[in-house]
């Protein structure tokens, strides 16, 4: 199906479109492994989708680019395929979930395609795109389950191996599987000993249960903030590549993905989207074989919307301990607020807001019931502050 051949011509095709992105030290993000990050966020549109677009609509004959061009994309497919479309003077027309960011959308309008919002998510775009296909024989771009796209996401596998010759392992971000498939062949048919991971979004695992089957699974749902990875069912071809080349595929929580976006952004100033940042958060919570490792985590796109941005902010302060919420029930007399906000300033603590209430069904009679809202260093720091509300005779609820 795919010669590495190809993956070189890919990479002279887009030699002159596509950014060669940096390979960026990250020492803070894991104390076991020597962790790296490949900012294909900092590539044009901001994702590595430009390069398996841009390849596919390049190798299209000249009858095929005349009738235009269609796909079906969560958002980042839609930029590249209508940035490809631009630049060789066609018509493009996207389909994408009537739930993709704002900012995706508008982004993918400012290129010049025309745009056709679906209810649902990817697999309902995805069938409207083939209806469409067949109303007015536009050629079809497929986001990952096509040789052509899956050579153009590969070339990343071939500036991994040239700046970074002697790594050990590669992390990469799955949603159908086309990044994946392309990396993991690239650098596998050039360096098999190196090591290729795969992660998924627990509300979207479809590679991850597929190969654990042995066949394609197709998931009746899927729900993360992880939206570029948010895909019912992988490729036939993305399934098989990724059951050759792959070594493992794991998953993490929207949690663990908004503390990673969290730390991306105040360790690295860098700024990801969710599906961007499963790589790393993967390698920061454990869930990989890579201690002592000189590892890259593929930062795979930066797409995220501000209103988003901001919610995953507030839950992965969340997640790694900076804000916390106590619940505390008291004694109601003179006093006994003063002496935990006291104890709270003691250990360190920050009090953002306190919730005040009498009327509680589970405190006593005479009792009431405070939330304390606090900025806090870690978890450890958490279990500090709780210890010594105990210790002082509180009873903590939460």
């Known amino acids: 199906m795919l010669e590495i051949s190809e993956i070189f011509n890919a990479a002279a095709v887009l030699k002159e479109v596509a950014r060669k992105t940096a390979i960026i030290p ?28 841009y390849y596919k609509i390049s190798q299209l004959s000249d009858e095929e680019k005349a009738r235009g061009v269609i796909a079906c994309s969560a958002g ?36 010049g395609a025309e745009v056709v919002l ?35 996401q590969g070339t990343i596998g071939l500036e991994i191996l040239e700046e970074m010759p002697d790594v050990e392992a590669v992390i990469v971000p799955i949603g159908g599987g086309g990044l994946i498939s392309g990396v993991a062949f690239a650098i596998k048919c050039l360096r098999p000993d190196v090591k290729v991971y795969g992660v998924q979004s627990t509300g979207a695992p479809s ?64 700024v990801a989207e969710g599906a961007g940042a499963v790589s790393v958060a993967a390698a920061m ?41 106590f619940i505390i029930d008291l004694a109601d007399k003179p006093g006994q607020l003063s002496g935990v906000c006291s104890i709270v300033g003691s250990t360190g603590g920050n009090i953002i807001s306190v919730t005040h209430e009498r009327i ?4 006593d009679i005479n009792g009431c019931t405070i939330r304390l809202e606090l900025e806090t ?8 502050i709780r210890r010594a509300l105990t210790e ?7």
Do not use: W
């Open 26 to 53: 990250a020492p803070k993000l894991s104390s076991e492994a020597d962790i790296y990050l490949k900012s294909e966020n900092l590539q044009l549109t901001g994702s590595f989708k430009l390069r398996g677009a």
């Open 360 to 363: 509680n069904s589970s405190s």
């Open 207 to 270: 590679m991850a249960a597929s190969l654990k089957e042995g066949k394609l699974c197709h998931l009746n749902d899927v729900h993360t903030i992880a939206d570029g990875i948010a895909v019912k069912e992988p490729g036939v071809n993305t399934f098989e590549m990724c059951n050759k080349y792959v070594d493992e595929v794991v998953t993490v929580t929207d949690d663990e993905i908004a503390a990673a976006i969290l730390a991306l952004i105040e360790q690295q100033k860098i």
């Open 118 to 152: 679906v209810p649902g998510v990817y697999d309902d775009a995805y069938a409207r795109a083939l209806e469409l296909q067949k109303e007015h024989g536009y050629s079809f771009v497929h986001p990952f389950d096509d040789p052509k796209v899956i050579a153009g």
């Open 392 to 398: 002082a005779g509180h009873k903590v609820l939460n």
């Open 285 to 325: 919570f454990g869930k990989l074989p890579i201690k002592g490792k000189k590892v890259i985590c593929l930062v795979s796109g930066g797409n995220i919307d501000v209103n988003t941005l901001s919610r995953v902010i507030t839950r992965g302060l969340s997640k790694s301990g900076r804000n916390y919420t």
């Open 76 to 111: 980042n497919h839609a930029q590249g395929v209508a940035l490809g479309a631009k630049h060789n003077g066609i018509k493009a027309v996207i389909c994408l979930p009537a739930g993709a960011p704002i900012s995706k959308v508008e982004a993918t309008k400012s290129y």
């Open 377 to 384: 260093r870690d978890s450890e720091h958490v279990d500090e």
